[in-house]
Nanobody, 123 residues
Framework: QVQLVESGGRWVQPGGSLRLSCAVSGHTFSTYLAWFRQHSGKEREFVAGMRWIGDNRKYADSVLGRSTIGRPHEGDAVWLQMDSLQPEDTAVYYC?????????????????WGQGTQVTVSS
């Protein structure tokens, strides 16, 4: 059973940067992890994803070029670095996982979810 705990969400000014972290346990080398976000009153949308081992990094068009998913050299965690943040990036951000290692951008493909962390971008 994969367990995920997000942290790092906070308020940030437009144009600023933020790094979210997701502590991961119960995973395997092939586990695929992803970040989703959910705007108030809307469905969760894919942001970025990667395999625990083997990269296979994917990004949503909305964040491509200004976001990076990765993990530390040591430690069981995955982070999401977001730059050039704008108000439309305001959302609850979730870490998700699936065991088959296959990239997916739909929330229904993921069996494991964290509790979410709030990101607010405003001046």
């Amino acid at each position: 059973q994969v367990q995920l705990v997000e942290s790092g969400g906070r308020w940030v000014q437009p144009g600023g940067s933020l790094r979210l972290s997701c502590a991961v346990s119960g995973h395997t080398f092939s586990t695929y992890l992803a970040w989703f976000r959910q705007h108030s009153g809307k469905e969760r949308e894919f942001v970025a994803g990667m395999r625990w081992i083997g990269d296979n990094r994917k990004y949503a068009d909305s964040v491509l070029g200004r976001s990076t998913i990765g993990r530390p050299h040591e430690g069981d965690a995955v982070w999401l670095q977001m730059d050039s943040l704008q108000p439309e990036d305001t959302a609850v951000y979730y870490c998700a996982a699936k065991r088959d290692g296959v990239p997916a951008s739909v929330s229904s493909a993921y069996s494991y979810w964290g509790q979410g962390t709030q990101v607010t971008v405003s001046s």
